[in-house]
Each structure stands twice: as C-alpha cells, then as structure tokens.
C-alpha cells in the first residue's frame, strides 16, 4: 500500500500503467474513494503513468478534523503531485475531485496541462442546501443520506444492480468528519470568475441522469474554459466512470491520444501512446 507523508496529512494513493509514462491523476468525489476508477483503468491505453489517491477524509487518507477548505483539498492534490515528481499532468477529477482539478489549474498550471472534468462545475448546489446536508449527516449519519443520494448518483437501471450495495456501503462508511468537512469545502467554493480564467485543454463529461450535477450545469462550466469540449454520457448518473466505465473510458482514451501528443508545460517525458492498444 502507498501512503504519502506530507507532514500535516497521510494521504492513501496508488500507482498503475507505465512509471516511465505521461502522468494521468484522479481525484475522488464526496462519499467514494479511489476504487472510484477501478472500472475505468484498465480500459486505458498503456504507456501512461496513472495515479490516484483518496482525497482526505475518505478511503485509507486521513481524516483531519473539519471543515475543510478547498484551498486546503487542492493543497493537497498539489503537495501529493510535487511529492511523486509529477509535472504537467491530464488531471481528471469527479465532482468535488473535478473542483479539485479547476483550483490546482488556476493555482498550479505547470502541473495540469489538460483535465478532464466529469460530473463536476464551478459551483455545485447552495451554501443552504450543503449545510442542509452537513446537519442530516450530524443528525442521522450517512445511513439517513444514503437512498437520496443513490438516487442522484445511480440511474434507476444500475440502482437494480447487486454492485449497488458496495457503492451504498462505500458512503455509509465515509468517516462523517471527512464527509461532512468536504461538504463545507463544497459550500464555499464558487469557482465561476476563476475557471473563467482558465486556457487549457479540457474535456467536460456529463451523465443525462444525474442528479447531483445535471448535464446543463456541466456544460455552463465547459463554456467557462477556452478549449473545453463537452461529451454527454446517455443513461447515466452522476457517476458514469461505474456506470458506463466503456463510454467513459473511450472518450478519455480518445483526449488522452490527443492531448498526450501535445507539449505540456515542462514535461519531461516524450511520450509516445499506443495507439489502439488495451490491456
Ligand atoms: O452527493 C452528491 O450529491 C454528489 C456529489 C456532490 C459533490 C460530490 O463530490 O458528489
């Protein structure tokens, strides 16, 4: 198992594909860890460096007493790249790990040269309606959040499936203190005059069914980025990388073999990708 010390915070993290490759990073959403992409991996091209981690407060990370702050998730994401000498890395982040990506763009461009932002925007819901969120977790647990929140994440289809239970297991066992700690980094983050700065080569991908993160919102947030492009995933929910891992994954091998080629801001690597290569 990899952890990565960074002093104040343990951060959990894991490793595929080429060591010697162009560095691909995700991030998590609130309520899941870095099994998030467990479908979608293997569905890469090989010659990438894929790196993942448990944004803090979830998975094996540490759970540091909250609220959080999203300047300190997007420290985080920025001292764990600087750690594992990642540079200019395709940063891919879903919903609050796609808020993640917009804030280390903005802070940090030399370690970011492309992100794919999945089911995620500049401001996701209300401060009220997140607060309203934090108190239902105090009051009741992430037992009393869970049928709601499966039904924003999952189409009624895959809520059928027998996995269900291990996506609803995953959230009820967020630590509280990291679920709740994040909810407040998503309350207070309105990303909207920032990623408006933002130039880089983006892909925004949506699910038709979600309810978290409705495909409108996602592509409002794709317009904000000059050179995003937006891909609508049909059927499903908030998390499509589990729904529609084959939809996802084609579309990200596709940005990959495109913006891989590119030169990105003091990368090291020449990196050459195989072409219709899967493992
Ligand atoms: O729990 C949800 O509603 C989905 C979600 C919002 C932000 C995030 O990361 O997940």
Known sequence: MDICDLGDI?????????????????????????RLWDKVIPLLPQGYRYIRYDM?????????????????LVRDAERLLDAL?????????LSIGGMIAQGLAVKRLDLVRAMVISNTAAKIGTAEMWQARISAARAGGLEALAEP?????FSRRFRQEAELAGWRNMLTRT???????CCAAIAGTDFYTPTSGLTLPTLAIAG???????????RETADLI??????????AGHLPCVEAPDAFAARVTQFLERVGHMQGGGCGHDHHPHHGHHH
């Open 10 to 34: 343990r951060l959990h993290w894991r490793q595929d594909g080429d060591p010697a490759g162009a560095p691909v990073v995700f991030a998590n959403s609130l309520g899941t860890d870095l």
């Open 85 to 93: 000498s990642v540079k200019a890395c395709v940063f891919v982040g």
């Open 175 to 181: 630590p509280l203190e990291g679920y709740v700690g």
């Open 149 to 153: 929140v499966m039904e924003r994440w």
């Open 208 to 218: 038709s069914e979600d309810g978290s993160t409705p495909a409108d919102l996602v």
């Open 56 to 72: 803090r407060g979830h998975g094996l990370s540490d759970c540091p007493p909250g609220p959080y702050a999203m300047g300190a």
């Open 226 to 235: 000059r050179g995003a492009e937006f891909h609508l995933i049909r059927g």
